[in-house]
């Protein structure tokens, strides 16, 4: 998933929604520079990441969609999962949306001074543009497609992605709702022995 599904498998704690999104900066094994929290933070991320990468039912819809997505089938899934959150939230969380979303912004991190001057600015970025509150849109899906496009160093279709998403939109959430059904309590339960 992307910033948004980071952002809620993170516990509702606002300190580690930073260090996880973080975890999209770091490279490497060697973590021990970081306090307690970034750590779990990033080690979080890659898990979140490693799970809808194999998940059974997101690799069925990957195959679906590779033949229109070649090279950025995760990708594209990833701002689609984030896009049928975003629509439904209402049904996984007991916020509403854009109370959860001013709590992130408004929140200045412990650990601020750890994070790198790269992440700074992203956040920075994220905050003065927020980003995420347009992901329920069609026009947010559009603008999110448009914008990673942009940052992919090969030649891609992803730009594509939004009008894939329009035709194949009940596939989708269907395999969106069944990866949520099996995500939502194994982060639960994965966050419930979290310490740091």
């Not at 980071?6 to 929604?17: G, I, K, Q, R, Y």
């Not at 750590?39 to 990957?62: A, N």
């Not at 448009?146 to 596939?171: C, W, Y």
Request: some cysteine; charged content about 20%.
């Amino acid at each position: 998933m992307n910033f948004l599904g980071h952002l809620f498998f993170s516990d509702n704690n606002l300190e580690l929604m930073y260090a996880n999104l973080f975890g999209d900066f770091v490279k490497g094994k060697d973590l021990s520079a970081f306090s307690p929290v970034v750590q779990t933070g990033i080690v979080l991320h890659r898990s979140i990441d490693s799970y809808i990468d194999q998940h059974h039912e997101v690799r069925k819809l990957m195959h679906i969609l590779y033949p229109v997505l070649p090279k950025v089938t995760g990708i594209a899934i990833d701002l689609y999962f984030d896009h049928c959150l975003a629509k439904n939230w209402e049904t996984y969380h007991s916020k509403s949306f854009e109370v959860f979303l001013e709590e992130f912004y408004a929140y200045q991190p412990e650990k601020w001074q750890e994070y790198t001057t790269e992440f700074q600015l992203f956040i920075g970025k994220m905050r003065k543009n927020r980003w995420m509150n347009h992901y329920p849109t069609f026009y947010g899906l559009q603008k999110t497609c448009e914008g990673v496009a942009q940052r992919i160093s090969f030649d891609t279709n992803l730009q594509d992605a939004p009008a894939i998403f329009l035709e194949n939109k009940a596939l989708i959430q269907r395999y969106f709702q069944e990866y949520m059904e099996g995500a939502t309590p194994y982060f639960q339960q994965k966050n419930s022995t979290l310490n740091f």
